[in-house]
């Protein structure tokens, strides 16, 4: 099988005999480019670590919410109208 790739080591020339990594469910995706778990593993990391802040974000503010005077909350749902 023969097919071009970006990003290949300068080692590897044209013609040469690398090995091809692929999963045995997806054969069309095949790569002569090695895994890279630690890249793997970062990516994840920075997905959790943005999803948790998301959490923490809306956590906090739904405590704040809550936290406000009912007044407040009645002025908000009655579009100030007792303010005026």
């Known amino acids: ?4 790739e970006e990003d290949l080591p300068g080692t590897v020339l044209a013609g040469d005999t690398v090995p091809v990594h ?5 054969p ?3 790569t002569a480019q090695a895994p890279s778990p630690l890249a793997h593993l970062a990516g994840v990391t920075g997905q959790l670590v ?3 802040v998301v959490v ?3 956590v906090l503010f739904m ?6 005077p009912d007044d407040v909350l009645t002025d ?8 005026l």
């Open 1 to 4: 099988m023969r097919f071009e």
């Open 56 to 58: 923490v974000f809306c």
């Open 63 to 68: 405590m704040m919410v809550s936290a406000m």
């Open 28 to 30: 069309e995706r095949a």
């Open 50 to 52: 943005f999803l948790g």
């Open 76 to 83: 908000v749902e009655t579009g100030f109208e007792t303010g």
């Open 22 to 26: 692929y999963a045995a469910n997806r």
